[in-house]
């Protein structure tokens, strides 16, 4: 059983298709479908299902999953340990961010890290708080920024307080309130909202601010992107609230001051115990304290 007719596997699985999973590969599909298919031949079993219209893993091929991430990843390591004992970060650095992170200009330290360690593999994936933790724990992602309510903290994962901000209403720049001072949550409750689904860290920092002012609103209108909750704003289909210190970012809409505006705790996580190299590197470039050179 060679790596690389696991990270083959793995391909297929991701994507569900042969086709796509020889693109990511960068091998043709042929030679991709024959190591497959030697590998099906050794284990004794089918590890997919194929058809003309779908494909799909067997019970073989789900139980087969985990052990071969798990080779893969130590395999990964090996070479990663290897180049660090010369003095050089190599392998992976898998970064997750939420869309209105501000405490850390992502894609310029991004760009630093690169220029300092230029043999390291920088993915990035842009998700919820909640989602992001979760990829941490299970070493999808090695890094993370957050944004939480003053209530709520990351749990399972190491973490570091990277800012704190309070939340400011944004409207269109023809909207009544746009004109005016500063507003309370009482005014803003007589407006229809634009916001991010039920239960994501970054909903929750406005319904527990509502809630706890005894007060119910209507959001209209749920996304899951903060620059296209923005453009809706911006059309005058609602209202929104989102991070004084993002909000300038955006354009088209303006921003008002609230008075009585809930706070949110941006954080920098990372994976309990052990970390890679890379992710070391690139949480001492951000200056994170107490992080060692110890892996």
């Given amino acids: 059983m060679e790596l690389q007719q696991m990270r083959y596997v793995l391909a297929v699985a991701e994507t569900m298709s042969f086709t796509r999973a020889a693109e990511r590969c960068l091998v043709v599909q042929s030679a991709l479908s024959h190591q497959i298919a030697r590998l099906e031949r050794e284990l004794g079993t089918k590890l997919f299902e194929r058809t003309t219209r779908r494909v799909r893993l067997t019970p ?83 890094v993370a920024f957050l944004g939480l309510p003053t209530t709520a903290r990351p749990e399972g994962v190491e973490a570091h307080v990277i800012g704190r901000d309070r939340l400011v209403a944004v409207v269109s720049p023809d909207h009544p309130l746009a004109k ?90 990372w994976p309990t115990g052990s970390r890679t190299p890379a992710a070391t590197a690139f949480l001492r470039l951000l200056e994170v304290p107490d992080v060692s050179d110890e892996t």
């Fill in 60 to 142: 073989a091929g789900e139980a087969f999953l985990p052990a071969a991430r798990q080779c893969l990843a130590a395999a990964e390591r090996a070479v990663v340990e290897v180049a660090a004992a010369i003095g050089e970060v190599r392998g992976q650095l898998r970064v997750g961010v939420i869309s209105s992170v501000a405490a850390v200009d992502i894609p310029r330290a991004l760009r630093d890290f690169r220029r300092r360690c230029p043999n390291v593999r920088i993915s990035l994936r842009v998700g919820a708080s909640e989602e992001l933790v979760e990829r941490v724990k299970e070493g999808d992602i090695q």
């Fill in 180 to 269: 005016g001072g500063p507003v309370d949550l009482r005014r803003l409750a007589e407006e229809e909202f634009v916001d991010l689904p039920v239960k994501t860290a970054g909903r929750a920092q406005s319904d527990l601010a509502f809630s706890a002012a005894g007060l119910t609103r209507d959001v209209a209108f749920e996304v899951t992107n903060t620059a296209f909750l923005a453009r809706l704003v911006g059309q005058g289909l609602g209202v929104a609230m989102l991070p004084s210190a993002y909000a300038p970012q955006l354009s088209g809409v303006t921003t008002i001051q609230v008075t009585d505006a809930p706070a949110r705790v941006e954080y920098v996580v």
